[in-house]
């Protein structure tokens, strides 16, 4: 028997600050023709705060908002109709973060839906990420925050490294001195490569 159910796919764009989310979110969306979700926009206002204050986040902090990174992100992808996929910008710094977010898929149980997480990790020396953040104006988190995200971060490795097993669903980017089209590039060359949105 076949099955008709609907498949979509989320990536989702990680990484410590400054190393790229947003900027090449909005890229890869666009090139994908499907929804970016700016996870940064879904922080309750406590977490806000914290972050302006600089103040890091705890994971007791960090559910509530990946919950909604989870639940955003399906819900865009499932309504695209065209490409069945979306984009989400979400730092996912440790890998009980990325489970957390495939755990908290709202289609879980669904007969009809089968949600597929794909993570890609981007990366780059702490001394870059600062210097980036440190150039944006107006953001509520600062560069002083920097240092605790290095400090707790887990780049994919091993077995959950895409291709490498058949449960792998990760892919970590160095994204070091190279250009946001560049990245871009080796992203969509690597998705193609290990069949990671078909
Ligand atoms: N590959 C890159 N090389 C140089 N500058 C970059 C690169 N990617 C992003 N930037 C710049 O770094 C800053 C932070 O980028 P951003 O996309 O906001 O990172 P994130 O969303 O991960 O915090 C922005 O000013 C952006 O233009
Ligand atoms: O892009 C960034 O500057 C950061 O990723 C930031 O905006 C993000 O929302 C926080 O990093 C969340 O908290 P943690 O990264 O500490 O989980």
């Given at each position: 028997m076949t099955s008709s159910k609907k498949t979509a796919t989320v990536i989702v764009l990680g990484g410590p600050s400054g190393t790229g989310k947003t900027t090449i979110g909005l890229m890869l969306?666009?090139?994908?023709?499907?929804?970016?979700?700016?996870?940064?926009?879904?922080?309750?206002?406590?977490n806000i705060n914290k972050m302006g204050n600089n103040i890091p986040l705890t994971d007791t902090d960090r559910w509530p908002w990946l919950t909604q990174i989870s639940r955003q992100s399906v819900q865009?992808?499932?309504?695209?109709?065209?490409?069945?996929?979306?984009?989400?910008s979400c730092s996912m710094l440790k890998a009980i973060y990325r489970d957390y977010i495939k755990s908290e898929?709202?289609?879980?149980?669904?007969?009809?839906?089968?949600?597929?997480f794909v993570f890609v990790f981007l990366?780059?020396?702490?001394?870059?990420?600062?210097?980036?953040?440190?150039?944006?104006?107006?953001?509520?988190?600062?560069?002083?925050?920097?240092?605790?995200?290095?400090?707790?971060?887990?780049?994919?490795?091993?077995?959950?490294?895409?291709?490498?097993?058949?449960?792998?669903?990760e892919l970590p980017i160095d994204t070091t001195n190279k250009k946001p089209e560049v990245i871009l590039t080796e992203?969509?060359?690597?998705?193609?490569?290990?069949?990671?949105?078909?």
């Amino acid at each position: 028997m076949t099955s008709s159910k609907k498949t979509a796919t989320v990536i989702v764009l990680g990484g410590p600050s400054g190393t790229g989310k947003t900027t090449i979110g909005l890229m890869l969306a666009d090139k994908l023709q499907c929804p970016f979700v700016e996870g940064d926009s879904l922080h309750p206002a406590e977490n806000i705060n914290k972050m302006g204050n600089n103040i890091p986040l705890t994971d007791t902090d960090r559910w509530p908002w990946l919950t909604q990174i989870s639940r955003q992100s399906v819900q865009a992808a499932v309504a695209s109709t065209t490409s069945h996929l979306s984009v989400v910008s979400c730092s996912m710094l440790k890998a009980i973060y990325r489970d957390y977010i495939k755990s908290e898929n709202p289609f879980l149980q669904s007969d009809d839906v089968a949600v597929k997480f794909v993570f890609v990790f981007l990366h780059c020396r702490f001394e870059d990420g600062l210097k980036r953040v440190g150039g944006r104006e107006s953001h509520f988190f600062k560069a002083d925050l920097t240092k605790s995200q290095y400090d707790i971060m887990e780049i994919p490795a091993g077995d959950r490294i895409l291709g490498l097993s058949p449960s792998g669903s990760e892919l970590p980017i160095d994204t070091t001195n190279k250009k946001p089209e560049v990245i871009l590039t080796e992203i969509l060359e690597k998705l193609a490569y290990f069949k990671a949105l078909e």
